[in-house]
């Protein structure tokens, strides 16, 4: 079965710290890779993606993800982050020609 | 570009009535649009794929006859929750793939709480 994992429920950092929420996945074939963004009572926003290419991608508000294609990761990071990053955070993967999958999210807290 | 609305944002029924969310794809032809419902703190699960003109194909466990869906045109898709119980309160998104099709844009949603 076709899944995305993120191992942590939850991330808290100090602000002005690097950050890293983790996704891994297990699906068939070279999917297309997504991080999205959910602020409280609001829709998902689109913060990067890989479909090929540069291992490292750079996305919305000074975001970036990066592929590792051996361990089947696409692991989310940002080098300082801002109170204004607390939200809930999906990865989610499009096996070809398939529906996306989505991972169960995770809970970034940025503490001032 | 690629902005997609949903209307309303919030309602609030009695039990037992019909609620029909609009899904709008503002400035693309949208030909698939798809439905998720969101449980607190939980992930989003795909309810429904709707493709413009033909009928839905919904996912295992979803009632096609309590969950409406039609897409009348390449910029709406509607999902009718029927005869709504309490157990359907819940965050409901869509999303509609894009021009290029190898992305998904997102709904603000809609709350819906049925007393």
């Not at chain 1, 079965?1 to 068939?28: F, I, M, R, W």
């Not at chain 1, 508000?61 to 080098?79: D, I, M, V």
């Not at chain 2, 795909?46 to 033909?54: I, Q, R, V």
């Not at chain 2, 910029?75 to 009718?80: A, C, G, K, V």
Request: one cysteine or more; aromatic letters at 12%; charged letters at 15%.
């Amino acid at each position: 079965a076709q899944s995305v994992a993120q191992p942590e429920d939850q991330v808290n950092v100090a602000e002005g710290n690097p950050l890293t929420v983790k996704c891994t996945y297990s699906v068939s074939g070279n999917p297309y890779l997504f991080w999205y963004v959910q602020y409280p009572n609001r829709g998902l926003q689109f913060l990067l993606k890989y479909i090929t290419g540069d291992n490292l991608v750079k996305g919305s508000y000074g975001f970036e993800a990066e592929f590792n294609k051996s361990q089947t990761s696409f692991h989310l990071k940002k080098p300082s982050a801002l109170v204004s990053d607390s939200a809930l955070y999906f990865c989610a993967v499009r096996p070809y020609g398939q529906n996306f999958v989505f991972g169960p999210g995770t809970r970034l807290s940025v503490l001032p | 570009g690629a902005v997609v609305s949903q209307h309303p944002s919030r309602v609030i029924c009695k039990s037992g009535t019909s609620v029909k969310i609009e899904c709008r794809s503002l400035d693309f032809q949208a030909t698939t649009m798809f439905w998720y419902r969101q449980f607190p703190k939980q992930s989003l699960m795909l309810m429904a794929t709707s493709n413009e003109g033909s009928k839905a194909t919904y996912e295992q466990g979803v009632e096609k006859d309590k969950f409406l869906i039609n897409h009348a045109s390449l910029t709406l898709s509607t999902l009718t929750v029927t005869s709504a119980h309490p157990e359907d309160s819940s965050f409901y998104i869509c999303s509609a793939t894009g021009p290029r099709n190898d992305e998904q844009f997102f709904g603000p949603g809609t709350r819906l709480t049925v007393l």
